[in-house]
C-alpha cells in the first residue's frame, strides 16, 4: 500500500468515505490473482469410467483461460486409497492410476502453459494413507523404533493400554486414536490421525518428515507447478507432551473460530518449516507460491503466517464464515486488508470450496443454513435455488471487487446447487460414516460439473454414471446451455473477471462509502470503481454514475446510464459502476 494513495483519496461521494487499504504496486502475479479450483474427480471424466482424471482437465483447460482465471489449483491426485478423496496420500510423487499417469500430468502442464495458466498443486503434509510405505514399516516395527517416529505413535493410558492416549477427537467425528495390533499379535501401541484412522499423523518434530517433504516439494516444482496449496498447514507440529483438550475436534470454540490454546494448532515450530520452504520455493525464481490452509483466528494471528519470508497467502476463512451478514462482512474486510497490509501480504477472498456446502445453496436459507461439513440432506429444511443462486451472483460480483487474489471453486461460475439427493449407499466422505450418518459430511459440493445439457450425465463422461448422482437442474444449468445465453450465470462470470482485470481491481484501494453501508447493504470505491451489494428487500437509490454490470439481471449493461434502469439497485443485488467525481459532488 502507498502513503499516496492516501493523499489521493478522491472527494467525498456523497457522504463519507473511509480509506482502508491503498494501491497494492508491490510485484507478483499472485497478489491479484483469481485462482480457479479444479476438485479433479469431478472435473471432467474423459476415459469414462465415472471419475474425473487429468485427461479430462487437459480437454477442459482452454474453458477455464476462457473464463479468464489466472491460475488453477488441483486437488490431489497423488496415489491414494481414496479413503478420503485422495487426502490420504499413499505416494506424494506419483498420479493415481485412477487420475492418469504423470506423463498425463506433463502433457496437462504443458497445455496450460499454452494457455498461460499456471498449475497450483496441492499439498498434504499433515498426515499420509495408512497404505504409505511409511506407515506399514511403522506397524511392522516396533515400538520406540526409527520407523514408528515418523508417526505419533504412544501407548495408551488406562491398566493395559486400553485408553487412548489422551482425550483429542477427529475432525470427521470419533477418537483422533486409534490402537494397532502389534507384528507378534498382541494389542499395542496408539496412533494420532485428526482425520480419519486411515490419515496417520505425521510427527513432525522428526526431521526426516522435513526431508521427505522438501523431496516432495521439488519433485513438483521440477515438473513446472507455481506453487502448492498446504492442506490443514496449521496442524503439523502438535504441543509438547500432547495434552488433553477441553474444546472442539476441530479446534474450535462455540463461534466457529479455533481457539487459540488448541494444542494440536497453531504452534509457534510451524514457522521455521515454512520459511524453509519459502526459500525453496524461491530458488526457483519469485514466482512460485505457498497457500495456507489454515484455519486460524484471529485475523492478526493469519498475519503472521504471511510474512515476507513465509507463506504468499493463506485463505481467509473469516470471510468465507462471514456470509452475507453485512456486520461481519464489513469488519472481516477491513480487519484483514489492516493486518495484512501491516506484513505486506495481500488478502485472499473466497466464497465455495470442496469442504463447505456451495455458496448458492448456503445463500438459500433466510435462517441458518447447514453447518460446515454437515451438508443437506432430502429431510432437511431445502434452500430455495433461485434465491440462492441470485444472491450468490450477489455475493460473488461483490468479492471480485475486493482488492487482493480470490479463489473459485469449480461450478460456481455456472451458480451451481449442491447435490441433495445421494443415496446414503454413495456418500463417500468419511464423515458420513464416522457420525453414523449424524452428519452427512461433504458430498454434496463435489458432485460432478454439468458440461453439456444434450450428452449423457450431462457431459461430465459418456460412460458409466458418476461417482455422484447430478442433481436434475444440473441439465439447465450446463455450461454450454450457459454458455449460449447472454443473461447466464457463467457469462456474468466471464464479464466480472474480464472487467476486474481490465480494471486492475485485484490491485486496487479500498474505501468504504459511509452512506450505502447501511443495516442491509455494504458499498466500497476501487478506485473510481464503486461497488454496492443490496441485501434489504427493498430496492436502493443509487449514485450517479455508468453502470458497468449488475448481478440481477445478470445482463450487460455496459455504458447504459443507471437512469434507465431507474436509478436502483434490486433486492440481492450488487452493481459495479464507474464514478465520475466532478458530477457526484454536485
Ligand atoms: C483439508 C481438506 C479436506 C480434507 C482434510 C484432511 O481440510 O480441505 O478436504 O478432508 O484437510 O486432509
Ligand atoms: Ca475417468
Known sequence: ?????????????????????????????????????????????LN??????????????????????????????????????????????????????????????????RLHLRVIVDLVPNHCSDQHVAFQAALAATPGSPERDMFIFRDGSGASGEEPPNNWASHFGGPAWTRIMEPDGTPGQWYLHL??????DFNWDNQGVHEEFERVLRFWLDRGVSGFRVDVAHALVKAPGLPDWGGRADGGSSDGYPGHEAPMFGQPALHAIYRKWRQILESYGPDRILCAEANVDPLPRLADW????????????????????????????????????????????????????????????????????????????QPDEALGRRRAAAASMFMLGLPGGAYLYQGEELGLPDGIDIPDGQRQDPTFARTGGARLGRDGCRVPLPWSAEEPHNGFGNGQEPWLPQPESFKQLARDAQAASPTSHLNLYRRML???????????????????????????????????????????????????????????????PVADLGHRLGSNETVWMKINFEDAES
Open 48 to 113: 469414462g469410467d465415472g471419475i474425473g482424471d487429468i485427461a479430462g482437465i487437459t480437454a477442459e483447460l482452454p474453458q477455464l483461460a476462457d473464463l479468464d482465471v489466472d491460475a488453477v489449483w488441483l486437488s490431489p491426485f497423488y496415489r491414494s486409497p481414496q479413503r478420503d478423496a485422495g487426502y490420504d496420500v499413499s505416494d506424494y510423487c506419483d498420479v493415481d492410476p485412477l487420475f492418469g499417469t504423470l506423463t498425463d500430468f506433463d502433457v496437462m502442464i504443458a497445455e496450460a502453459n
Open 306 to 381: 504471511v510474512r515476507q519470508d513465509e507463506m504468499h497467502q493463506a485463505f481467509n476463512f473469516p470471510y468465507l464464515h462471514a456470509g452475507l451478514d453485512v456486520h461481519r462482512l464489513r469488519g472481516v474486510i477491513t480487519d484483514s486488508l489492516l493486518t495484512l497490509d501491516a506484513v505486506g501480504a495481500p488478502s485472499t477472498w473466497v466464497l465455495s470450496n470442496h469442504d463447505v456446502v456451495r455458496h448458492a445453496s448456503r445463500f438459500g436459507y433466510n435462517g441458518p443454513g447447514p453447518r460446515d461439513g454437515d451438508g443437506i440432506g432430502v429431510w432437511d429444511h
Open 195 to 200: 482425520f480419519d484412522s486411515s490419515q496417520p
Open 498 to 560: 474480464s472487467t476486474r482485470r481490465e480494471l486492475r481491481l485485484g490491485a486496487g484501494s479500498l474505501s468504504w462509502l459511509e452512506r450505502y453501508c447501511t443495516g442491509s447493504s455494504l458499498a466500497y470505491l476501487n478506485g473510481s470503481t464503486l461497488v454496492v451489494m443490496n441485501l434489504n428487500h427493498e430496492p436502493l437509490d443509487l449514485p450517479a454514475g455508468r453502470v458497468l454490470l449488475r448481478s440481477g439481471s445478470a445482463t450487460p449493461a455496459s455504458d447504459q
Open 1 to 45: 500500500m502507498s502513503v499516496d494513495s492516501l493523499l489521493q483519496t478522491p472527494a467525498p461521494l456523497a457522504g463519507p468515505l473511509t480509506l482502508i487499504h491503498g494501491k497494492d504496486e508491490a510485484p507478483g502475479w499472485w497478489r491479484s490473482a483469481v485462482i480457479y479450483q479444479v476438485y479433479p474427480r469431478s472435473f471432467r471424466d
